[in-house]
């Protein structure tokens, strides 16, 4: 839906509506009769749902799901659970870019089309932001477990405050 579409005008070289979005991120956290703690399988799917709508892989996002089991996996033999940083600026297409002419669906062939001369961007910039150890509940059982932070655990595509 979004081949037409200039790259450009998508600042973060991310577009959520590129994936299915499970976690929902533009949304998480914003209704407060939602949970507001995360778990590693949200964490991970966070992960790889940036990672897949980029446009163009690079080494500011997040691992894949394998990375994160690997760590799990030597996490639990350790004793030292990470504590991860995610922190992602993403663009999402505004809900009213077609109502406000800002983007065309084309009846031809159903696709997104830039609206020349539009007055402002159809791109909405969002940031989100979780903490997550990449430990699931069930795997606490057997502890006691040590708490770390490093800079290998922060996944971020901006500087933090």
Sequence with gaps: MFLHLNKSAITTGI???RVLPFANLPFFNINTSLPDTIDLSFFIQ????LRRAAYTPNSTLPPIADYFYAIKKQEVLTKKINISVFSYNYNY???NAITNRLLSINSTDSLFY?????PYSPYKLKQTSFVSPLLSELDYATGPFNFTFNDNNYYRNHLLP
């Design 93 to 95: 297409i505004d809900t």
């Design 114 to 118: 830039d609206v020349p001369g539009r």
């Design 46 to 49: 966070g992960c790889s749902e």
């Design 15 to 17: 577009l959520y509506d």
